[in-house]
């Protein structure tokens, strides 16, 4: 019995490893990435950030 629960529990971990998700889609230096309404992709977000010389950084 103790096998049995043992393989159900494998089973149910790789399918719900196969079922996730892949990220996808490219960024570009100085924007901010978000999700498109797509699912899983990501584009640029309209929003700059700026890094200063001391290493803060600030959306704009």
């Known amino acids: 019995m103790r096998t049995?629960?043992?393989?159900?529990g494998l089973g149910l971990a790789l399918l719900a490893m196969s079922?996730?998700?892949q990220v996808t889609?490219?960024?570009t230096a100085?924007?901010?990435p978000v999700?498109?309404?797509s699912g899983t992709s990501?584009?640029?977000s309209s929003?700059?950030?700026?890094?200063?010389?001391t290493g803060n950084?600030?959306?704009?």
Not at 4 to 8: F, H, K, P, Y
Not at 47 to 53: F, H, K, Q, Y
Not at 57 to 60: D, E
């Open 19 to 21: 079922a996730a998700a």
């Open 30 to 32: 100085g924007t901010v």
């Open 4 to 8: 049995r629960a043992s393989l159900i």
């Open 47 to 53: 929003a700059p950030i700026t890094v200063s010389s």
């Open 42 to 44: 990501i584009g640029n």
């Open 35 to 37: 999700f498109t309404g």
């Open 57 to 60: 950084v600030g959306i704009l």
């Open 25 to 27: 889609g490219s960024g």
